[in-house]
Each structure stands twice: as structure tokens, then as C-alpha cells.
């Protein structure tokens, strides 16, 4: 082998980038981590604030803001971040035991947005409204769709033998494409919400802007995981 030429065990990648020295990759690392943190407080703030505003048990329909945001604001979000190396309160576990939760998140969140669609569509029914005529509902039917999709790519990266072995890298690729789909459709949907009548008649003013680009925060963290985890990286020779 020519003495200009690296071995392939020479050369790392990276995350961070090409440029940093130690000082400011440390305060990278630190800002990731708060971001994280950040993410699991603001996911479970906004879980809390809508159990308060929908008082549940007070009419069906109270009962589908609750399982909404439990599902997609909170498991979602938990279901994804549990990944990540900085800031989850399971990254000492395996990345097996962490597909296992991560599988536990995704099945809590069908069954309470399956239920949450329930009382929603009891709820009017009771009423006589007609069904999926707001952009709010139809938004919300296509996060369910990007949710079963990712699902069942999910279903076949546990069951590989069902796929060939080319395959499996290519769906992983399409499983965690589908993940961020349906979470960026998740949290325009939890936006939507903020405009309906049910919504602004419970919260007004400055408040409701603090409600509308709180989700945002999680979404942008969540986003940059999974970008950095499955777009190329750049190599750094040394």
C-alpha cells in the first residue's frame, strides 16, 4: 500500500462536523443535550396544559384532546428520543432493549390515537356534525396514515426474514423517513388544533402564541436526530 494512502480504520465519522476544536465540540455536545432535555419537558408541559384545558370526563370529546397529545405528543416523541445519546434517561440501556421500548411507544400511541379518533367521532356523532370537513381533521387522518405506514415498515425490520437481506438497509432508511413524516405531520396537526374554536375559546392572548410555537422545539429536535442518524457524514481524517 502506497505511504499516502489511509486504511479504512483510520478514518472516523462524525456528527459534529469538520472544525471544532475541543472547547467548542464540548459546548456542542452540552447545547445537544440541553436541547433533549428541553424536548422531554416541553413533550410532557404540553401533555400536562391539555389535561388541564380538556378536563377529561366532562364530554366525550374531552377525552380526544387527552389521547391525542398522549399519543403523539408524548409517546411519539419519548419513542424516538430514547435514541438519542445525549439526554435520554435510557441511553445506558442496549439499542436492543431500546427497539423493545421503542415498539412499546409506538403501540401506546395507535391505541390512544385509535381512541382518541373514537370519542371524536362519537362525539359528533351524538351532535350531528359531519365528519372530516376541517383541515385540523384531515390533517389528522393523514398522520394516522403515516403512522400505520411507519408501522408496518417497523413490523418488517423486527421480522427480517420476511424481507430479502438487500432490502433491510433500504427500509430502515424508509421506516425512519415515514417516523419523521408522520412526526412533522403529528406537530402541524397539533398546530391546526390551536386554531379551532374549542382551543381559542380556552386560551387567548399571549398565551396562545406560547402554545402555537411550543410544539416546534420538539419537532426541530427530533428532526436533527434523525437526520444526523441516517443522512451521510462527513469524514474526518486525522
Known amino acids: 500500500m502506497a505511504r499516502g494512502m489511509r486504511s479504512q480504520s483510520d478514518v472516523e465519522y ?5 472544525g471544532l476544536g475541543m472547547r467548542e ?5 452540552w447545547l445537544r443535550r440541553l436541547s433533549v432535555v428541553a424536548a422531554h419537558i416541553v413533550s410532557l408541559g404540553l401533555v400536562v396544559l391539555t389535561f388541564i384545558l380538556s378536563r377529561p370526563g366532562t364530554s366525550l370529546f374531552s377525552w380526544h384532546p387527552v389521547c391525542m ?6 409517546c411519539m416523541t419519548e419513542g424516538i428520543l430514547l435514541f438519542s445519546a445525549e439526554g435520554s434517561p435510557f441511553c445506558f440501556k442496549s439499542r436492543k432493549w431500546k427497539v423493545r421500548l421503542h415498539w412499546f411507544f409506538q403501540a401506546l400511541l ?7 379518533l373514537g370519542f371524536m ?13 376541517s383541515w385540523h381533521s384531515l390533517l389528522g387522518v393523514s398522520t394516522m396514515a403515516a403512522t400505520l405506514l411507519q408501522a408496518i415498515c417497523g413490523v418488517l425490520l423486527i421480522f427480517p426474514k420476511l424481507i430479502s437481506t438487500r432490502s433491510f438497509p433500504r427500509l430502515r432508511l424508509y421506516h ?3 417516523g419523521l413524516v408522520a ?4 406537530t402541524v396537526t397539533l398546530m391546526s388544533a390551536m386554531f379551532t374554536d374549542w382551543f381559542q375559546a380556552s386560551v387567548s392572548g399571549t398565551f396562545w ?3 402555537l410555537f411550543l410544539p416546534l422545539f420538539p419537532a426541530l429536535v427530533v428532526m436533527n436526530q434523525i437526520t444526523s442518524a441516517f443522512l451521510p457524514k462527513k469524514k474526518i481524517t486525522s
Open 14 to 18: 462524525s456528527a459534529v462536523g469538520e
Open 25 to 29: 465540540f464540548w459546548i456542542f455536545l
Open 69 to 74: 397529545s398522549l399519543g403523539f405528543g408524548l
Open 110 to 116: 395507535l391505541i390512544c390515537g385509535a381512541t382518541g
Open 121 to 133: 367521532m362519537a362525539s359528533k356523532n351524538i351532535k350531528e356534525y359531519q365528519h372530516f370537513t
Open 176 to 178: 425512519a423517513t415515514c
Open 183 to 186: 412526526y412533522l405531520l403529528a
Open 209 to 211: 402564541y406560547v402554545f
